[in-house]
């Protein structure tokens, strides 16, 4: 079996795939290599007999040294929002340090459409795909959709005061569940591979903001009303808010992309990877509800 190494596995996502290969793909612990800035946080995994090693995007050499021996490598990318091209800096090392230390196959989460999406940092997905791609190692690129869990960071301010601003307008997104996500990449990296692959990672269809405000209405009895702004009155509410400056940016640019239907596709790709269909939105909010209500 392949070496399979996975960075950020004390994050969500990152906990979230190595759980699958151990307990979906039945991947060996010892064909694992956790990987975290912290290695500390990853006592469970290593009681379960994986391997652990400490991966700090901005040490390069530090990273060239973590990679060796890997067959298959995960870069999840690093969540550094608020300095532009930070990511695709640390992505980039990343790149260079898995080719130093002959990596034969680098698999990273990225966005959909990241050469075209009005999103934000779409641009950082683009650039950091093509420096892993500039290394000459065969690639696997998950362009992942839009969270389920991505509800949690406007939705339950909305449902407490009964009112969900947006500026999508009618624009819809194929929200996917992490945890679907996850099994996804995991059935990637554990099965067999051949070339380069990209896989758009989606729900089963796309929703708009105010479907999703009656399926969060429906599911906690409370009413949620829609009010569409534009990006500049939206931008201004938020400031107002308290918000900082960039992430403002980032979520105008969201919802841009939703009118957009930059984050509105629907694809087969992971029926494809795990021979099953992605936990329905309905079932979300239905799971969900008491947390959103707060």
Known sequence: MSKILVTGASGHLGGLVIKHLLETEKVSPSD??????????????????IKTRPVDFDDEDGLAE?????????????????????????????????GKAGVGRIAYTSIPKPETSAISFAWEHRDSERAIAKTGAATTFFRNGWYMENLFMSLPQAIATGT????ADTGGISYIAREDVARAIAASLAGEQSGNAVY?????????????????????G?????DIL???????????????????????SADKATRNGDLGDVTEDFARLTGRQPARIEDFFEANAAALAG
């Open 32 to 49: 694992l290599v956790a990987g975290s800035r912290d290695t500390a946080k990853l006592r469970e995994l290593a009681d379960k007999g």
């Open 66 to 98: 973590a990679f060796a021996g890997i067959d298959r490598l995960l870069i999840i990318s690093t969540d550094t929002l608020d300095t532009p091209g930070k990511r695709v800096a640390q992505h980039s090392a990343a790149a260079r340090a898995a």
């Open 164 to 167: 969900w601003h947006t500026s």
């Open 200 to 220: 758009t990672l989606t729900g089963s269809r796309p929703i708009s903001t105010a479907e999703a405000a009656e399926l969060a209405s429906n599911a906690t």
């Open 222 to 226: 409370k009413p949620v009303a829609v």
């Open 230 to 252: 534009t990006d500049g009155d939206f931008s201004a509410a938020l400031a107002q808010a308290g918000l900082p400056g960039f992430l403002i940016e980032l979520v105008v």
